[in-house]
């Protein structure tokens, strides 16, 4: 016997056996290639060169939930197992997908059915009096509780302390503790400074997502952790620390990538991450266009930042603006009452001869250098200058770059999706005319709440907790901190 996923070509031997096993009841031909094509539908045969029976299921990943739609085995093979087989592809099917709850109806006079799926933990809810038309037969509500991984997860890649911790696809806590105040003193994140901060700052954070989870270590079925990319003595504390907790109670850990992860926390605001998408993560320390086929399997690198990171690049700006660290919220406040038109600074890597090289890579540097001459040249010839209308201008360029590269890749690679990631999407005008630009491209824009979107420990456990109900290997002790780790390792053995 073979399984394979079912698709319109499969629909004519489908409603052969759907007619043969439901005569007046059965689903039209419409119906049933409209839940063959549904979002987030999945049906199910199995073959024996031909088709023996066929099952569906239909997830609602926003409601953590699912429902088998049908099942059916063809009446001269019944007694097989062909029925329990379908039912556990289902059932695993559900559970992979963060599911925490399965539902279905059965007729009330199919004793067998109803045992077949009491067996796999199945349970009567309801009962919905003549549901089965036209025959007036009431119907039996089942439903099955999934238990889902509880996942901690710990995120120390630069100046953010993250503990995060989920159950599958549910986020229970996202405890978070920055040391940006102390670096604000130097104007710029100091990696010592950052390591020494996470040490400081790792046990009372994780003792407020256990608080805030309400449940003890005890409880914690796995650990995950980011080991890369990221400052490599910052990335260091978290990694021992989850190696410490993952040998102190015997738990499985995961070592994930940072940068993946990013996207991985859209799965905590809806239920699954939509693939393909293209993730543009744009923070102090990255600034990184992918190509997300598979979040566990196809993560590709389309580009990413040749010199400084865009928020480096409203980092160092700000200091040229004479404003305080960090530079991003400062630049943001300032160029609200400015005029984003009133200086045309360059867009790097966008001319024609830096496309065939670099098409989805990334420039700042040369952005912060015309703000740095524009404003000395300014002082140089005792011209009063606008800081609002240069904070504007400066975003404006920084932002243009930005979408306009990201908006290609969804041209290229036929995608209508875009996520946006990181720090610097808490700009206000990024998430203002990334909507503007993709409503007029009919390209789906999704942006994960700011506390998903800055680094943070709940969506490391996101990834770790996709990687285990995926039944992938755990990581061992040996894995390292990796401060290069590229986007197509997406977990570290």
Known sequence: MEFRQLSS???????????????????????????????????????????????????????????ITTIGVAKQHQGRGIGRALVQELVSRAKRSGAEQLFLEVKKSNESAIYLYESFGFEKIDIRKNYYQPSGEDAIVMRLTIHQPVVLGIESSCDETGVGIVRGNRLLANALHSSMDEHAKYGGVVPEVAARAHLEALSPTLDRALSEAGITIDQVDAIAVANGPGLAGALMVGIGAAKGLAVATGKPI????????????????????????IALLVSGGHTSLLLVRDLLEDVELLGETIDDAAGEAFDKVARVLGLPYPGGPQIDRLAQSGNPSAIRFPRGLTLPKDLEEHKYDFSFSGLKTAVARYVEKAEAEGVEISKADVAASFREAVIDVLLTKALWACEEHNVKRLLLGGGVVANARLREEAKRRCDALGIELRIPRFALCTDNGAMVASLGAQLIMDGRELSGLSFGANSTLPVTQIQTL
């Open 254 to 277: 995961y070592a994930v990538n940072h940068l993946v992860a990013h996207v991985g926390a859209d799965v905590l605001e809806r239920g699954a991450v939509e693939t393909p998408t």
């Open 9 to 67: 070509d499969h629909i004519d031997q489908v409603m052969g056996l759907e007619k043969e096993l439901f005569g007046k009841e059965a689903w039209s031909k419409k119906n049933m290639l409209s839940e063959f094509v549904a979002p987030n539908s999945f049906y199910v045969g199995v073959f024996e060169g031909d088709l023996l029976g066929y099952a569906g299921l239909r997830l609602l990943p926003a409601d953590l939930s699912g429902d």
